[in-house]
């Protein structure tokens, strides 16, 4: 689902409080993740952003492609009930964000 379903979908996403844990976990692909946890829901979950096309305008400048919201997509990973237990389970994250298909990593923790 795109980011703007998702949200959506449960109200108290909307007004909760999010814990952000990086921007550039990715996949195998080389695709871009961002993690976060929902504090009302426990949800967390990560959120697809595609990399933005360069493309080159009228008069030849290189310019980047906006995407639509419908390309930021969500994947609810796991759910932690509290804080602390996003913390412990995702402790180390900064260290592994950097990694290779590090998204992977975030899986088998909340799974």
Do not use: C, N
Request: a negative charge; glycine letters at 8%.
């Amino acid at each position: 689902m795109d980011i703007e379903e998702f949200y959506e979908a449960d109200p108290r996403r909307q007004t909760s409080d999010e814990v952000k844990y990086g921007t550039e976990w990715t996949d195998a692909a080389g695709g871009r993740y961002e993690v976060l946890w929902i504090a009302d829901t426990g949800e967390v979950y990560a959120m697809f952003e595609p990399i933005e096309p360069l493309v080159s305008d009228a008069v030849g400048d290189i310019v980047v492609q906006h995407l639509p919201v419908k390309a930021l997509t969500v994947e609810v990973l796991g759910h932690l009930p509290t804080r602390e237990a996003a913390d412990a389970a995702l402790a180390g994250w900064e260290a592994a964000m950097p990694e290779a298909g590090s998204i992977a990593w975030v899986r088998d923790r909340v799974s």
